[in-house]
């Protein structure tokens, strides 16, 4: 539909179109990119807020996200905040507190998303889930732990049995060590992006972290020729955009001469005070990859009582296999000598598939021939595709150092350009 029309329309029927949408996502960012003016854009979707508002609360808090959380993953986080803070007598909205949360901490002011968190009233299962989950993410624990109780009286039975296990073992691996600056910790972030860096980098400043900014590598930067001579298959811009950067980073950990290096994306969040001494305790010697993220162990807060270790790729690979979409390369540790063996890897046989399954497949022994899951036939493919030889010493960890926590981000134009 031309941008004319919703120039020219009632902002009604942009709400209804929204509220009425299978994917109203996928629409907000379609007339939400229109615009040629940041202004512009905000005219119209104040007008749109306006309209829903008066719609009812469904509706306004329906739109409200979707537009905030669009105006978040372009960058406009001064637009996103005029939005989250404008509507002060919008009545009981669910949605309020999450979107100023997070324009907070796109704004890098950790601090006073804290204390936003913390005034959060809980009041039903969403604001419940809401509050536990930023306070979880900015590591209040103290605070998390004295609402418990409000969080249990309110949340569905299932919302707080999975909160309150996170509670339990995140809170008893909690430990803060001086001696983490001794792994320095790479965070890609694309230049148009930075804001997505400022609140990350305080929190892992917080665990005692030395977070490095990697500055990411659009899909779109990438010459032509480097794609044909390096990547084996067709692959859309922002896995081009992804593997280019997560190959700088461990060209940057080889060039270091540190022994190790934790790499994140800028959806990767601390998951708490970790220690590096704990896992480099508990890691094999001959280990060349650990992924710390909490997609690469499923279902992890299910286990009652557990308790941080590492468990090679394989003996965690059928819980991958059938429940995880996408494993996610937003947190990983890896070694020197893990990281020559990917860039060597790369040289010889090139990028087939998106990055995160493609290291991840080299940890693991075998797929039968008779699977048929999601993960499985990416694996197999993988190999078919590049004909590799690699085998790297891959592990998990039981509890994830890192939380995927796009705090307003799209994953989908992340690197594309």
């Known amino acids: 539909m031309p941008l004319s029309f919703f120039k020219k329309c009632p902002a009604t029927d942009f709400v209804d179109r929204v509220c009425d949408s299978d994917s109203p996502r ?32 469904q509706a306004f808090g329906k739109v409200l996200n979707l537009v905030c959380a669009f105006l978040i993953s372009r960058g406009d986080i001064d637009s996103a905040y005029s939005i989250a803070f404008k509507y002060e007598d919008a009545g009981d909205v669910a949605v309020l507190p999450i979107n100023r949360s997070q324009v907070m901490f796109r704004r890098g002011d950790v601090d006073a998303a804290i204390e936003y968190a913390r005034s959060i009233n ?11 989950t930023l306070l979880m993410t900015y590591h209040d624990w103290d605070h998390l732990g004295s609402r418990l109780a409000e969080v249990k009286r309110h949340a569905r039975e299932d919302v707080y049995s999975e909160i309150s296990s996170k509670f339990s073992i995140l809170t008893r691996s909690n430990r803060f060590e001086s001696s983490n600056a001794s792994i320095p910790v790479h965070c890609i972030n694309l ?11 305080q929190l892992y400043r917080k665990v005692g972290c030395d977070v490095r900014r990697q500055a990411g590598v659009l899909g779109s930067a990438v010459p032509r020729l480097m794609q044909q001579t390096l990547f084996k298959a067709e692959l859309p811009p922002n896995s081009v955009g992804c593997w280019s950067s997560q190959v700088r980073a461990l060209e940057v950990i080889v060039e270091s001469g540190h022994d190790y290096g934790m790499i994140v ?48 790729i394989n003996q965690a690979y059928d819980d991958v296999a059938s429940d995880v979409r996408a494993i996610g390369a937003d947190g ?46 990416i694996i197999r493919d993988i190999r078919r595709r590049s004909g590799t030889c690699l085998k790297l010493n891959g592990y998990v960890s039981t509890v994830p150092f890192v939380i995927h926590s796009p705090m307003g981000f799209n994953a989908r134009v992340h690197f594309k350009g």
């Open 122 to 132: 809980i009041k039903c299962n969403w604001t419940a889930t809401v509050a536990s």
């Open 332 to 377: 990983y540790l890896v070694s020197r000598a893990g990281a020559i063996k990917i860039l060597d890897e790369l040289a010889r046989n090139g990028a087939v598939k998106h990055y995160d399954w493609q290291i991840y497949s080299y940890g693991i022994d075998a797929v039968a021939d008779g699977d048929e899951r999601h993960v499985s036939k």
């Open 265 to 312: 994306e800028d959806d990767g969040l601390p998951a708490f005070h970790f220690s590096f001494q704990g896992l480099l305790d508990a890691l094999p010697k001959d280990a060349d990859i650990c992924f710390l993220n909490d997609r690469s162990v499923p279902g992890w807060w299910r286990v009652p009582g557990q308790s941080m270790k590492l468990v090679n």
């Open 191 to 201: 230049d148009r992006d930075v804001h997505r860096f400022m609140g990350l980098e």
């Open 26 to 57: 996928a629409l907000v960012e379609e007339i939400g990119n229109r615009f040629s003016s940041n202004s512009e854009r905000l005219s119209f979707f104040i007008d749109a807020c306006n309209s829903a508002l008066k719609s009812g609360g």
